[in-house]
T-cell receptor, first 115, second 112 residues
Framework: DAGVIQSPRHEVTEMGQEVTLRCKPI?????LFWYRQTMMRGLELLIY????????DSGMPEDRFSAKMPNASFSTLKIQPSEPRDSAVYFC?????????????FGDGTRLSIL | AQSVTQPDIHITVSEGASLELRCNYS??????LFWYVQSPGQGLQLLLK??????LVQGIKGFEAEFKRSQSSFNLRKPSVHWSDAAEYFC??????????FGGGTRLMVKP
């Protein structure tokens, strides 16, 4: 079975540009999570969705960050405008259900570099 | 609020030696605990989980972990390390709000 699929794997862009990261969760999974990983702060949860509805976005750093999940098989994380401090690896994860502690399955991440 | 501490940032062991990675958590209720492994350039892969019951849980790749409530610990062990085990290991605790809180990670290096 296909796991969580993220694209692109790598993104290099100049500051001020819009960046869109994409995620396809595992089919049948109802919860989707976006994480950011940096050396300084480790793994941080940015936002998660349950049945395509954003449940908790308290980890989103600021208004420049937005996430959507238009359907059960696709989500985007957008940064506009991007800044060098946004450089990190962004992971998407999905799980079967949100309410009984189902393990999260992670994608391979998008390594983002903002110049 | 819940938190997870992995006291060792780096650990180096010889191939064939035993391994123990430490994890301490802080959580008010019964914790749901996980260990994940991250190989370079890859996402996180679930090694094992503890929800309830037997405090010694078996995972994939020959790993096991023991939940000790009195010590608020969930240490990961492997009797004999292989070179392919070199990676970063993350302990995580799961709360009722469906939020995973990760420790800072322990980078394992394996000497030949």
């Amino acid at each position: 079975d296909a796991g969580v699929i993220q694209s692109p794997r790598h993104e290099v862009t100049e500051m001020g540009q819009e960046v869109t990261l994409r995620c396809k969760p595992i089919s049948g999974h109802n919860s989707l999570f976006w994480y950011r990983q940096t050396m300084m702060r480790g793994l941080e949860l940015l936002i998660y969705f349950n049945n395509n509805v954003p449940i908790d976005d308290s980890g989103m750093p600021e208004d420049r960050f937005s996430a959507k999940m238009p359907n059960a098989s696709f989500s985007t994380l957008k940064i506009q405008p991007s800044e060098p401090r946004d450089s990190a690896v962004y992971f998407c994860a999905s799980s079967l259900r949100a309410w009984d502690n189902q393990p999260q399955h992670f994608g391979d991440g998008t390594r983002l570099s903002i110049l | 609020a819940q938190s997870v501490t992995q006291p060792d940032i780096h650990i180096t062991v010889s191939e064939g030696a035993s391994l123990e990675l430490r994890c301490n958590y802080s959580y008010g209720a019964t914790p749901y605990l996980f260990w994940y492994v991250q190989s370079p350039g890859q996402g996180l892969q679930l090694l094992l989980k503890y929800f309830s019951g037997d405090t010694l849980v078996q995972g994939i790749k020959g790993f096991e972990a023991e939940f000790k409530r009195s010590q608020s610990s969930f240490n990961l062990r492997k009797p004999s390390v292989h070179w392919s085990d070199a990676a970063e290991y993350f302990c995580a605790v799961f709360n009722a709000g469906n939020m995973l809180t990760f420790g800072g990670g322990t980078r394992l290096m394996v000497k030949p």
